[in-house]
Protein backbone atom coordinates (compact mmCIF):
# COMPACT_ATOMS: atom_id res chain seq x y z
CA UNK A 1 0.00 0.00 0.00
CA UNK A 2 2.84 2.33 0.53
CA UNK A 3 4.11 2.11 -3.36
CA UNK A 4 0.67 3.42 -4.59
CA UNK A 5 0.49 7.10 -4.43
CA UNK A 6 4.28 6.64 -5.68
CA UNK A 7 3.00 5.21 -8.59
CA UNK A 8 -0.04 7.70 -8.98
CA UNK A 9 2.13 10.70 -7.95
CA UNK A 10 4.90 10.00 -10.85
CA UNK A 11 2.99 9.82 -14.27
CA UNK A 12 1.10 12.95 -13.03
CA UNK A 13 3.86 14.96 -12.86
CA UNK A 14 5.22 13.50 -16.39
CA UNK A 15 2.02 14.73 -17.91
CA UNK A 16 2.34 18.26 -16.22
CA UNK A 17 5.64 18.79 -17.28
CA UNK A 18 4.90 17.11 -20.70
CA UNK A 19 2.08 20.01 -20.87
CA UNK A 20 4.20 22.97 -19.43
CA UNK A 21 2.78 22.74 -16.37
CA UNK A 22 5.00 22.88 -13.27
CA UNK A 23 3.55 21.10 -10.15
CA UNK A 24 3.02 23.27 -7.30
CA UNK A 25 6.65 22.98 -5.37
CA UNK A 26 8.65 21.94 -8.35
CA UNK A 27 11.07 24.39 -10.04
CA UNK A 28 9.66 26.21 -12.97
CA UNK A 29 12.60 26.78 -16.20
CA UNK A 30 13.39 30.17 -17.40
CA UNK A 31 11.00 31.41 -19.89
CA UNK A 32 12.46 31.17 -22.98
CA UNK A 33 12.83 34.38 -25.23
CA UNK A 34 10.73 35.19 -28.52
CA UNK A 35 11.39 34.43 -31.60
CA UNK A 36 11.70 37.62 -33.44
CA UNK A 37 9.22 38.56 -35.70
CA UNK A 38 10.65 37.39 -39.59
CA UNK A 39 9.64 39.86 -42.65
CA UNK A 40 7.52 37.26 -43.81
CA UNK A 41 5.85 37.37 -40.08
CA UNK A 42 5.16 41.04 -40.29
CA UNK A 43 3.86 40.91 -44.18
CA UNK A 44 1.27 37.77 -42.76
CA UNK A 45 0.46 40.37 -39.96
CA UNK A 46 0.15 43.52 -42.29
CA UNK A 47 -1.79 41.40 -44.84
CA UNK A 48 -4.10 40.34 -41.91
CA UNK A 49 -4.90 43.73 -40.15
CA UNK A 50 -5.87 45.32 -44.03
CA UNK A 51 -7.99 41.85 -44.65
CA UNK A 52 -9.76 42.89 -41.53
CA UNK A 53 -10.06 46.85 -42.18
CA UNK A 54 -11.43 46.07 -45.74
CA UNK A 55 -13.80 43.84 -44.68
CA UNK A 56 -15.05 46.49 -41.90
CA UNK A 57 -15.21 48.74 -44.76
CA UNK A 58 -17.15 47.23 -46.86
CA UNK A 59 -19.32 46.28 -44.06
CA UNK A 60 -19.85 49.66 -43.34
CA UNK A 61 -20.27 50.88 -46.88
CA UNK A 62 -23.22 48.07 -47.83
CA UNK A 63 -25.15 49.94 -44.40
CA UNK A 64 -24.39 53.47 -45.96
CA UNK A 65 -25.92 51.81 -49.11
CA UNK A 66 -28.60 50.69 -47.80
CA UNK A 67 -30.03 53.62 -45.68
CA UNK A 68 -29.41 55.69 -48.49
CA UNK A 69 -31.40 53.73 -50.51
CA UNK A 70 -34.09 53.22 -48.10
CA UNK A 71 -34.08 56.76 -47.47
CA UNK A 72 -34.23 57.95 -50.89
CA UNK A 73 -37.65 55.45 -51.76
CA UNK A 74 -39.44 56.89 -48.43
CA UNK A 75 -38.45 60.60 -49.93
CA UNK A 76 -39.23 59.74 -53.95
CA UNK A 77 -42.63 58.36 -52.44
CA UNK A 78 -43.44 61.77 -49.32
CA UNK A 79 -42.97 63.56 -53.23
CA UNK A 80 -44.37 61.15 -55.79
CA UNK A 81 -47.61 61.60 -53.09
CA UNK A 82 -47.60 65.13 -53.37
CA UNK A 83 -47.36 65.46 -56.38
CA UNK A 84 -50.23 63.41 -57.15
CA UNK A 85 -52.67 64.74 -55.00
CA UNK A 86 -53.81 61.55 -53.62
CA UNK A 87 -55.27 61.42 -50.02
CA UNK A 88 -54.56 57.73 -49.59
CA UNK A 89 -50.73 58.12 -50.83
CA UNK A 90 -50.27 60.87 -48.72
CA UNK A 91 -51.63 58.87 -45.84
CA UNK A 92 -49.07 55.75 -47.37
CA UNK A 93 -46.28 58.47 -46.78
CA UNK A 94 -46.59 60.05 -43.16
CA UNK A 95 -47.29 56.03 -42.19
CA UNK A 96 -43.93 55.25 -44.10
CA UNK A 97 -42.42 58.60 -41.93
CA UNK A 98 -43.52 57.39 -38.76
CA UNK A 99 -42.13 53.72 -39.42
CA UNK A 100 -38.89 54.10 -40.82
CA UNK A 101 -37.55 57.86 -40.20
CA UNK A 102 -39.29 57.35 -36.81
CA UNK A 103 -39.00 54.00 -34.74
CA UNK A 104 -36.50 52.36 -36.99
CA UNK A 105 -33.80 55.32 -37.96
CA UNK A 106 -35.12 57.79 -35.40
CA UNK A 107 -33.51 60.42 -38.19
CA UNK A 108 -35.79 63.60 -37.73
CA UNK A 109 -34.21 67.55 -38.81
CA UNK A 110 -33.82 68.70 -35.27
CA UNK A 111 -32.31 71.89 -33.55
CA UNK A 112 -29.57 69.98 -33.14
CA UNK A 113 -28.61 70.42 -36.69
CA UNK A 114 -29.07 74.20 -36.25
CA UNK A 115 -26.73 74.19 -33.42
CA UNK A 116 -24.05 71.98 -35.31
CA UNK A 117 -24.23 73.96 -38.35
CA UNK A 118 -23.68 77.10 -36.12
CA UNK A 119 -20.69 75.55 -34.76
CA UNK A 120 -19.25 73.68 -37.69
CA UNK A 121 -19.79 70.81 -35.93
CA UNK A 122 -21.59 68.28 -38.73
CA UNK A 123 -20.78 64.86 -39.56
CA UNK A 124 -17.99 63.16 -41.25
CA UNK A 125 -19.11 62.78 -45.46
CA UNK A 126 -18.52 58.99 -44.88
CA UNK A 127 -20.00 58.64 -41.87
CA UNK A 128 -23.45 60.42 -42.69
CA UNK A 129 -24.31 60.12 -46.29
CA UNK A 130 -28.03 59.58 -44.86
CA UNK A 131 -27.90 62.16 -42.88
CA UNK A 132 -26.99 64.86 -46.04
CA UNK A 133 -29.61 63.26 -47.99
CA UNK A 134 -32.28 64.07 -45.62
CA UNK A 135 -30.80 67.57 -44.80
CA UNK A 136 -30.38 68.28 -48.49
CA UNK A 137 -34.07 67.26 -49.68
CA UNK A 138 -35.32 69.20 -46.42
CA UNK A 139 -33.48 72.41 -47.62
CA UNK A 140 -34.16 72.28 -51.51
CA UNK A 141 -37.81 71.15 -51.22
CA UNK A 142 -38.31 73.80 -48.76
CA UNK A 143 -37.09 76.24 -51.53
CA UNK A 144 -39.35 74.68 -54.25
CA UNK A 145 -42.52 73.93 -52.47
CA UNK A 146 -42.48 75.30 -48.83
CA UNK A 147 -42.64 73.58 -45.26
CA UNK A 148 -43.11 69.70 -47.29
CA UNK A 149 -40.75 68.51 -44.36
CA UNK A 150 -43.20 69.70 -41.92
CA UNK A 151 -46.02 68.44 -43.77
CA UNK A 152 -45.37 64.96 -44.93
CA UNK A 153 -41.82 64.09 -43.85
CA UNK A 154 -41.28 64.19 -40.36
CA UNK A 155 -42.48 61.44 -37.93
CA UNK A 156 -43.55 63.39 -35.50
CA UNK A 157 -45.34 65.83 -37.92
CA UNK A 158 -46.84 62.12 -39.61
CA UNK A 159 -47.48 60.96 -36.41
CA UNK A 160 -50.04 64.06 -34.82
CA UNK A 161 -51.53 64.13 -38.29
CA UNK A 162 -52.35 60.38 -38.34
CA UNK A 163 -53.66 60.84 -34.96
CA UNK A 164 -55.96 63.83 -36.52
CA UNK A 165 -57.53 61.28 -38.55
CA UNK A 166 -58.76 58.93 -35.62
CA UNK A 167 -58.85 61.72 -32.78
CA UNK A 168 -63.36 62.32 -32.75
CA UNK A 169 -64.03 65.51 -34.26
CA UNK A 170 -66.00 66.91 -31.34
CA UNK A 171 -63.15 66.45 -29.28
CA UNK A 172 -61.10 69.32 -31.03
CA UNK A 173 -60.92 72.60 -30.12
CA UNK A 174 -59.65 75.75 -32.38
CA UNK A 175 -58.44 78.31 -31.62
CA UNK A 176 -60.22 81.79 -32.71
CA UNK A 177 -58.21 83.58 -35.63
CA UNK A 178 -56.47 85.86 -33.83
CA UNK A 179 -55.56 84.12 -30.80
CA UNK A 180 -53.67 81.65 -33.53
CA UNK A 181 -52.33 84.43 -35.29
CA UNK A 182 -50.38 85.35 -31.86
CA UNK A 183 -49.22 81.85 -31.18
CA UNK A 184 -48.00 80.56 -34.33
CA UNK A 185 -44.83 83.15 -33.14
CA UNK A 186 -44.22 80.59 -29.79
CA UNK A 187 -41.77 78.95 -32.22
CA UNK A 188 -39.67 81.84 -33.38
CA UNK A 189 -39.83 82.77 -29.57
CA UNK A 190 -37.98 79.07 -28.73
CA UNK A 191 -35.84 78.99 -31.93
CA UNK A 192 -34.24 82.63 -30.76
CA UNK A 193 -33.99 81.26 -27.26
CA UNK A 194 -32.39 77.95 -28.14
CA UNK A 195 -29.89 79.43 -30.40
CA UNK A 196 -28.91 82.53 -27.90
CA UNK A 197 -28.20 79.80 -25.26
CA UNK A 198 -26.17 77.82 -27.16
CA UNK A 199 -24.07 80.92 -28.68
CA UNK A 200 -24.07 81.34 -24.40
CA UNK A 201 -22.33 78.26 -24.14
CA UNK A 202 -25.33 76.46 -22.90
CA UNK A 203 -25.69 72.68 -23.42
CA UNK A 204 -26.71 71.82 -26.47
CA UNK A 205 -28.92 68.81 -24.83
CA UNK A 206 -31.42 71.44 -23.84
CA UNK A 207 -33.16 69.91 -27.30
CA UNK A 208 -34.10 67.56 -25.13
CA UNK A 209 -36.90 69.73 -23.47
CA UNK A 210 -37.94 71.75 -26.48
CA UNK A 211 -38.37 68.91 -29.07
CA UNK A 212 -40.45 65.31 -28.41
CA UNK A 213 -38.27 63.71 -31.63
CA UNK A 214 -36.09 61.34 -28.47
CA UNK A 215 -39.27 59.58 -28.37
CA UNK A 216 -38.87 57.40 -31.46
CA UNK A 217 -35.69 56.05 -29.76
CA UNK A 218 -37.55 54.85 -26.65
CA UNK A 219 -35.14 56.24 -23.96
CA UNK A 220 -36.27 59.16 -21.88
CA UNK A 221 -36.38 60.75 -18.32
CA UNK A 222 -39.73 60.71 -16.30
CA UNK A 223 -39.67 64.10 -16.49
CA UNK A 224 -39.38 63.82 -20.31
CA UNK A 225 -41.83 61.18 -20.48
CA UNK A 226 -44.23 63.42 -18.40
CA UNK A 227 -44.00 66.55 -20.83
CA UNK A 228 -44.44 63.91 -23.65
CA UNK A 229 -47.40 62.68 -22.31
CA UNK A 230 -49.13 66.30 -22.00
CA UNK A 231 -47.74 67.20 -24.93
CA UNK A 232 -49.92 64.48 -27.02
CA UNK A 233 -52.52 64.72 -24.96
CA UNK A 234 -52.73 68.56 -25.28
CA UNK A 235 -52.56 67.40 -29.36
CA UNK A 236 -55.73 65.25 -28.91
CA UNK A 237 -57.66 68.67 -28.39
CA UNK A 238 -55.34 71.38 -30.51
CA UNK A 239 -54.47 69.60 -33.47
CA UNK A 240 -50.73 69.51 -34.81
CA UNK A 241 -50.41 71.78 -31.64
CA UNK A 242 -46.29 71.64 -31.51
CA UNK A 243 -45.96 71.94 -35.26
CA UNK A 244 -48.35 75.30 -35.19
CA UNK A 245 -46.57 76.92 -32.06
CA UNK A 246 -43.79 75.46 -30.64
CA UNK A 247 -41.37 73.63 -33.28
CA UNK A 248 -38.18 75.42 -33.13
CA UNK A 249 -37.18 73.50 -36.97
CA UNK A 250 -40.98 74.46 -38.06
CA UNK A 251 -39.73 78.46 -37.40
CA UNK A 252 -36.41 78.17 -39.30
CA UNK A 253 -38.19 76.12 -42.34
CA UNK A 254 -41.14 79.03 -42.45
CA UNK A 255 -38.29 81.54 -42.77
CA UNK A 256 -36.70 79.66 -45.29
CA UNK A 257 -40.27 79.41 -47.13
CA UNK A 258 -40.23 82.76 -47.97
CA UNK A 259 -38.18 81.65 -50.83
CA UNK A 260 -40.44 78.97 -51.88
CA UNK A 261 -40.86 78.79 -55.84
CA UNK A 262 -43.84 76.98 -56.33
CA UNK A 263 -46.15 78.21 -54.35
CA UNK A 264 -50.06 77.54 -54.62
CA UNK A 265 -51.88 79.44 -57.21
CA UNK A 266 -55.10 81.34 -55.83
CA UNK A 267 -58.53 81.68 -58.40
CA UNK A 268 -59.67 85.27 -58.16
CA UNK A 269 -62.84 84.07 -55.78
CA UNK A 270 -60.48 83.20 -53.50
CA UNK A 271 -60.76 86.70 -52.25
CA UNK A 272 -64.24 85.92 -50.68
CA UNK A 273 -64.73 82.48 -50.67
CA UNK A 274 -63.89 80.31 -47.19
CA UNK A 275 -64.04 76.96 -47.76
CA UNK A 276 -59.85 76.47 -48.43
CA UNK A 277 -59.58 78.96 -44.83
CA UNK A 278 -61.97 76.83 -42.98
CA UNK A 279 -60.71 73.38 -44.35
CA UNK A 280 -57.07 74.52 -43.57
CA UNK A 281 -55.97 72.88 -40.31
CA UNK A 282 -52.89 74.71 -40.25
CA UNK A 283 -53.93 78.11 -40.25
CA UNK A 284 -52.33 79.02 -43.25
CA UNK A 285 -54.96 80.80 -45.24
CA UNK A 286 -56.42 84.32 -44.73
CA UNK A 287 -58.84 85.30 -46.72
CA UNK A 288 -57.12 85.07 -50.48
CA UNK A 289 -53.66 85.20 -48.79
CA UNK A 290 -51.52 81.95 -48.05
CA UNK A 291 -49.51 82.28 -45.68
CA UNK A 292 -46.21 80.48 -46.78
CA UNK A 293 -44.34 80.48 -43.64
CA UNK A 294 -47.23 78.37 -41.43
CA UNK A 295 -48.64 76.44 -45.08
CA UNK A 296 -46.69 72.63 -44.83
CA UNK A 297 -48.20 71.74 -48.26
CA UNK A 298 -50.82 69.68 -46.86
CA UNK A 299 -52.62 69.43 -49.78
CA UNK A 300 -55.73 69.74 -48.54
CA UNK A 301 -56.77 73.18 -50.21
CA UNK A 302 -54.83 72.34 -53.22
CA UNK A 303 -57.23 69.20 -53.72
CA UNK A 304 -60.27 71.28 -53.15
CA UNK A 305 -58.65 73.78 -55.46
CA UNK A 306 -58.65 71.55 -58.40
CA UNK A 307 -62.42 70.22 -56.81
CA UNK A 308 -64.63 71.02 -60.02
CA UNK A 309 -67.68 70.10 -57.60
CA UNK A 310 -66.72 71.82 -54.94
CA UNK A 311 -64.25 75.09 -55.51
CA UNK A 312 -66.48 78.16 -56.35
CA UNK A 313 -64.37 78.82 -59.03
CA UNK A 314 -65.56 76.17 -61.18
CA UNK A 315 -68.93 75.80 -60.60
CA UNK A 316 -69.38 80.05 -61.80
CA UNK A 317 -67.20 78.70 -64.74
CA UNK A 318 -69.68 75.49 -65.54
CA UNK A 319 -72.74 78.04 -64.60
CA UNK A 320 -71.25 80.34 -67.33
CA UNK A 321 -70.58 77.90 -69.96
CA UNK A 322 -74.77 76.31 -69.39
CA UNK A 323 -75.42 80.47 -69.83
CA UNK A 324 -73.90 80.92 -72.93
CA UNK A 325 -74.91 77.54 -74.93
CA UNK A 326 -78.34 78.90 -74.11
Request: aromatic letters at 10%; glycine letters at 8%.
Amino acid sequence: MACRPSRVVVPGVVLLVALGIAPIGTAQPAPADPRPLSLDDLAALDALLDGEEAETAALLDTGAVVDVAILGIVLAFAVFSFLRKDDRLKVVSLALSVAYLGFVKASLVSVVDIFGAMRASLPAWQDGQAYYLLIGFTLVSTVLWGRLYCGRICAFGALTQLMDRVVPARLRIEPPAWLDRRLVHLKYGVLAVAVLYVLAGGDTLVYRYIEPFWMFTLSGSALMWTLLALLLLATVFVRNLYCRYLCAVGAGLGLLSNLTVFRIKRWSECATCKLCEKTCEWGAIDGPKILVSECVRCDDCERLYADEDRCPHWLIQKRAARAARG
